[in-house]
């Protein structure tokens, strides 16, 4: 069964500084991955996706990610946060192929920025 | 453009009582519909996805059920609430074929 494990519950930065959060998923075959941003008391907003091809993926608000097999990582970075991207992060996956369509959600890291 | 609403916001309950969440879509014809539940720290979980009227699929075995009743409208219920039934709920749509792009505002049910 595929799993996604975020390895940070909760991380903290400074207003201007780089950021990266962990992803590690399970799944035998290729997978089609993504992260979802969540501000507080609302849904979630989809920021970008992975299928194939470039491993290196941009999203909106100025985030990207990167797909490493060899690690089972889609790590999302940030070279300079804002304040308004606090919020909490979760990545996911799903089967790349058959017809029932099922995203696996990580626990999510929550990120705080300070001024 | 296409909206999708989900009433009502926050929701305090008592044991045992009965439970209606609804969720509808704007500016779509034969949503997948998906109602997720996210507890404190465990991340999103899904209960039901639906692929048209009537036609619901449970992920887990739990005390809730989701029917389907408009193309557009998504009902989760449970006849009897239980202390574990407390979370946020989403309500998402995804067009067929795409992806899972939007979500409701979610529900927080705290059951007492």
């Known amino acids: 069964a595929q799993s996604v494990t975020q390895p940070d519950i909760h991380i903290t930065v400074s207003e201007g500084a780089s950021l990266e959060l962990r992803c590690n998923y399970s799944?035998?075959?290729?997978?089609?991955l993504f992260w979802y941003v969540q501000s507080p008391g609302q849904g979630l907003q989809l920021l970008l996706k992975y299928f194939s091809g470039d491993t290196l993926v941009q999203g909106i608000k100025g985030f990207e990610a990167e797909f490493k097999r060899s690690q089972s990582s889609f790590n999302l970075r940030k070279p300079s946060v804002h304040w308004s991207d606090a919020a909490e992060y979760f990545c996911?996956?799903?089967?790349?192929?058959?017809?029932?369509?099922?995203?696996?959600f990580g626990k999510g890291t929550l990120l705080t920025v300070n001024p | 453009s296409q909206t999708i609403h989900q009433w009502p916001a926050t929701l305090v309950q008592p044991v045992g009582s009965p439970l209606s969440l609804e969720c509808t879509v704007e500016g779509t014809s034969n949503p997948n519909l998906y109602w997720y539940r996210q507890a404190a720290g465990r991340g999103l979980q899904l209960l039901f996805y639906?692929?048209?009227?009537?036609?619901i699929s449970s992920e887990v075995p739990q005390n809730l059920s989701a029917s389907r009743p408009q193309d557009r409208q998504f009902i989760l219920s449970s006849k009897k609430l239980l202390l574990s039934d407390s979370g946020f709920y989403l309500c998402a749509w995804r067009e067929t074929g795409g992806e899972l792009r939007f979500f409701g505002s979610g529900t927080q049910l705290s059951v007492l």
């Open positions: 799944y035998g075959a290729t997978p089609y």
């Open positions: 639906s692929v048209g009227i009537g036609q």
């Open positions: 996911a996956v799903r089967d790349s192929g058959g017809s029932n369509y099922k995203l696996t």
